[in-house]
């Protein structure tokens, strides 16, 4: 078995391709893929993928790791360079997860099909899997970040918002840069500045959310963190492709004004109302959607009105 990274949130993979299949004491790993972070049935921790992105040996097994030992001090760990306090932190519950795991030299390896381990893999019980799935919405909001219409720079902002990785107010104070008493929303509304509340929640930013629905003619949104916000808006025009491409590229388009505006009031103190912000989503939508295609003819009046009308989604 070789460890290697999985696309995606990333994480240590265990994969079985062309090798034995890994059979420990207290777990069996059945699927042709298995994240070790996963191992102890909590969800897979978001941050393996920097520990194998530290490791010298990427191509190590995992018969050689626990034989090299993979506990505290155990040769396995060898790393590029010196881990940082947190990345050490992170290894710990790592071996942590892996103490727990003893692997068994005399016995053979075997495929097991894990969602049913007495009866074994049957098309019945890999139907049930694959219908019977909810689509996860934390799993699903990633996937709409990057849109082909939408410019990379406002990608790359609603990636960095996902991961609350924004400098707003509330992580500068909880990195010591601002102090608590900065720390209050720029609209004058009196609450902290955190990503949630300038984007859903603040009374002056967040009620661009019903003025966009009405606008486009959606249903409005009622979830309350960012990922399923960004996940039920997609698709509150209806469940077509195009209806939820659309949607995509407005929250985008959303996201990026409201933090434009925020920086605006921050830095330049000048401040514009609810509906001029909605008037600038109206025209960088616009803009991005006819930007990339020279056939695309869109008529701007009939857009301002009656976006879907206009797209002919209607
Ligand atoms: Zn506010």
Same mark, same amino acid.
């Given at each position: ?11 240590? =993979?265990?994969?079985? *391709? ?5 059979? #420990?004491?207290?777990?069996? $790993?059945? &699927? +042709?893929?298995? !994240? ?25 097994? =995992?018969?050689?790791? *626990? ?5 505290? #001090?155990?040769?396995?760990? $060898?790393? &590029? +360079?010196?881990? !940082? ?230």
């Amino acid at each position: 078995m070789v460890l290697e990274t999985v696309s995606g949130p990333g994480g240590f =993979v265990v994969s079985c *391709f062309g090798s034995p299949v890994w059979d #420990g004491e207290r777990q069996t $790993v059945c &699927r +042709r893929e298995e !994240r070790v972070g996963a191992v102890e049935g909590g969800s897979a921790h978001s941050g393996w993928w920097r520990l194998f992105d530290l490791a010298v040996n990427k191509s190590v097994s =995992v018969a050689d790791m *626990f034989q090299l030992g993979w506990g505290v #001090g155990g040769e396995t760990w $060898v790393w &590029r +360079r010196q881990l !940082r306090a947190w990345e050490d932190e992170m290894l710990g519950e790592f071996q942590t997860l892996l103490f727990t795991i003893s692997l068994q030299a005399h016995s053979s390896d075997r495929w097991l099909w894990q969602p049913d381990l007495d009866r074994g893999y049957t098309v019945r019980s890999a139907y049930q899997l694959l219908t019977h799935q909810a689509v996860a919405p934390l799993e699903a909001a990633p996937g709409l970040i990057w849109h082909s219409q939408v410019p990379l720079k406002v990608s790359i902002l609603a990636w960095r918002l996902l991961r609350d990785r924004l400098p707003t107010k509330a992580n500068l104070t909880s990195r010591g840069i601002l102090s608590v008493g900065d720390s209050h929303c720029v609209s004058g509304c009196g609450s902290v500045e955190s990503a949630h509340h300038v984007f859903i929640s603040c009374s002056m930013f967040g009620s661009l959310w019903s003025l966009v629905s009405s606008w486009v003619g959606s249903a409005p949104v009622t979830t309350q963190t960012l990922s399923d916000h960004f996940v039920q808006f997609t698709s509150s025009a209806g469940g077509t492709r195009a209806r939820r491409s659309f949607m995509q590229l407005i929250w985008l388009a959303c996201v990026w004004v409201v933090w434009t505006e925020r920086n605006h009031r921050l830095f330049r103190g000048s401040a514009t109302s609810s509906l001029h912000m909605l008037d600038k989503i109206k025209t960088f939508s616009f803009r991005w959607l006819t930007a990339k295609s020279c056939t695309f003819a869109l008529n701007y009046h009939s857009w301002w009105s009656s976006p879907m009308l206009c797209l002919g989604l209607v």
